[in-house]
């Protein structure tokens, strides 16, 4: 691979030309994820998302890093499935506050047909408030994608959380193959894809490598990818693990930013952790999305004061609402080649 080829759009990557990206001197790594990112993206601009947990606690999967698995005692309070009317009034604040995507969260293996109808109707009214809508509620069959299409949702989440070798050790409830395949019933059903993985979870850099291979080969890059690092939660598995060290989180976005160029890269949940200068690094390595808002699901994010004050330190700008279409920086893959 030239250096010169890096920022092409390619569904063929292999470890070793990913294990070279992630191992350059750093300068480099950053120099040419720059360059690629001012390629494809504005400036200077980052896409904001507020999430909302519609139905929280109580999951029956063993994700180790969880704290809403039933099988963990995190101490948190569960809570059944919202209201349509108060989930729309916490989206008529995100959009206050500044958000141009609401993403509803739910702690599902799979949603069921009673809740996925109720779940519908809220996609209904928050896309109704000219809001992008996303949802998380796991395991998703084909016709159940459909449905969430029909009501207007433009983006579904579902992450492949780390490489395939690694998966194993974090979640026995559900296979890789499980994941693939909603991914691929989201994709069938035309929706936009958010997926991404969650880094400090005892993983290797070759397990690092290879969830960016993953993403990067699907047939069509995700729109968007959510790069967590995790949040550890005292009586998850996963509290005490060793933390990635904060260089290498840069690199993973660097990387992918370079592997996936149009896509939005989402410096996602760990933010409240780190320091100004470390965001500013993930920034300038192609990060151009954020969680916006005081709580992720159910973990704490940095407040809206500290973000806008972080944004315009930088001279950082929030990423205009998008109309179907989107602006030339916005449109997918197929669309803008
Ligand atoms: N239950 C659905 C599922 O897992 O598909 C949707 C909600 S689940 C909470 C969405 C994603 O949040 C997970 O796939 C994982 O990547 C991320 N996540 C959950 N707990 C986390 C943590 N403690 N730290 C970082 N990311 C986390
Ligand atoms: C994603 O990749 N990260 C978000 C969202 N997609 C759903 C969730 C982060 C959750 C962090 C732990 C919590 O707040 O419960
Ligand atoms: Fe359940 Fe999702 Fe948490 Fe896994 S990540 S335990 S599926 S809520």
């Given at each position: 691979m030239t250096q010169s080829a890096l920022g092409t759009v390619r569904h063929d990557w292999t470890l070793a030309e990913v294990t070279s990206l992630l191992d350059m001197p750093l300068m480099d790594l950053l120099y040419h994820s720059q360059r690629v990112h001012r390629e494809h993206h504005e400036p200077n601009t980052v896409q904001m998302s507020t999430l909302l947990s519609i139905k929280t606690g109580a999951c029956p999967e063993d994700c180790a890093y969880c704290p809403q698995s039933v099988r963990y005692d995190t101490g948190l309070e569960r809570e059944e499935l919202m209201e349509v009317a108060a989930v729309r009034e916490r989206a008529v604040r995100a959009k206050e506050a500044g958000a141009t995507r609401f993403c509803m969260g739910a702690a599902y293996r799979s949603p069921k047909a009673r809740e996925l109808r109720i779940i519908t109707q809220m996609v209904r009214e928050v896309s109704a408030l000219g809001l992008e809508t996303c949802a998380t509620l796991g395991m998703l069959a084909p016709e159940q994608a459909r449905e969430l299409k029909d009501a207007g949702l433009d983006y579904y989440n579902h992450n492949l959380d780390t490489s395939p070798e690694f998966y194993g050790q974090i979640i026995t409830t559900r296979t890789y193959q499980d994941r693939l395949d909603t991914l691929e019933a989201v994709r069938a059903a035309d929706l936009k894809v958010c997926c991404g993985g969650i880094l400090?979870?005892?993983?290797?850099s070759s397990d690092r490598a290879r969830l960016l291979m993953t993403l990067a080969n699907l047939p069509q890059h995700p729109e968007s990818v959510p790069i967590n690092q995790l949040v550890q939660v005292p009586?998850?598995?996963?509290?005490g693990a060793v933390p990635v060290d904060p260089l290498d989180f840069v690199r993973t976005i660097a990387a992918a930013r370079l592997m996936m160029p149009r896509a939005h890269v989402r410096l996602s949940a760990?933010?409240?952790?780190?320091?100004d200068e470390l965001q500013a690094l993930c920034f300038l390595a192609g990060a151009n999305s954020i969680f916006y808002g005081e709580k992720l699901l159910t973990t704490g994010n940095p407040d809206v004061e500290r973000d806008r004050s972080l944004l315009a330190r930088l001279g950082i700008k929030p990423e205009r609402a998008t109309q179907a279409g989107g602006s030339p920086a916005m449109r997918n893959e197929e669309t803008a080649a």
């Open positions: 400090g979870m005892g993983e290797s009586g998850t598995p996963l509290e760990g933010r409240q952790g780190m320091s």
